[in-house]
Antibody
């Protein structure tokens, strides 16, 4: 069974940093692109970043470029999101998801999410 | 970046109704279009990918169509568990943007 478990969320002050992790199990982690998606309270889904199977390609939404870094450790079956210079508008539930290598590159498995709150 | 626009934003419906949700892209995304359902407090679930392919395990009452810039998700007969929010997502070019969502409410 595919499992994705996020951790690392919490309360942080504006300008601070946080590192989210996503522990993967039940599939060959090294064979999949992975994605981070966030959802601000009461709002819609926002795609944040993704990373290629071997970590050689990474893409980000403009609002987090230069502040967030996605990384993938295929030996530890772990996906990370390093978030620096956090802003109030980064407050959201952050989901990690697995992307299938089929047309559409859909995210077919999702974690339960971890809440990040940026507030003074 | 590609902008995705869904309509309607919300819809009051009843169990057994046939429902169609539209998603429009600001530029062609070919058939790189996915649909998700999100129940309150839960993670999204993949329903349809590549515009019209039903995800394994998704109910057959869900169907998708379209290409280029206009797409539709149809639910043939609404079930109680379908009162949720639906999102389209383009995966033609990063960032893989989502629509703003369509919420189905019980009439």
């Amino acid at each position: 069974e595919v499992q994705l478990v996020e951790s690392g969320g919490g309360l942080v002050q504006p300008g601070g940093s946080l590192r989210l992790s996503c522990a993967a199990s039940g599939f060959t982690f090294s064979a999949y692109w992975m994605t981070w998606v966030r959802q601000a309270p009461g709002k819609g889904l926002e795609w944040v970043a993704n990373i290629k199977e071997d970590g050689s390609e990474k893409y980000y939404v403009d609002s987090v470029k230069g502040r967030f870094t996605v990384s993938k450790d295929n030996d530890k079956n772990s996906l990370d999101l390093q978030m620096n210079s956090l802003r109030v508008e980064d407050t959201a539930v952050y989901y990690c998801a697995r992307d299938r290598s089929v047309p559409g590159f859909p995210s077919d498995s999702w974690g339960q999410g971890t809440l990040v709150t940026v507030s003074s | 970046d590609i902008q995705m626009t869904q309509s309607p934003s919300s819809l009051s419906t009843s169990v057994g109704d046939r429902v169609t949700i539209t998603c429009r892209a600001s530029q062609s995304v070919s058939r790189f279009l996915n649909w998700y359902r999100q129940k309150p407090g839960k993670a999204p679930q993949l329903l349809i990918y590549a515009a019209s392919t039903l995800q394994s395990g998704a109910p057959s009452r869900f169907s998708g169509s379209g290409s280029g810039t206009e797409f539709t998700l149809t639910i043939s007969s609404l079930q109680p568990e379908d009162f949720a929010t639906y999102y389209c997502q383009q995966s033609s070019s990063a960032p893989y943007s989502f629509g703003q969502g369509t919420t189905l409410e019980i009439k």
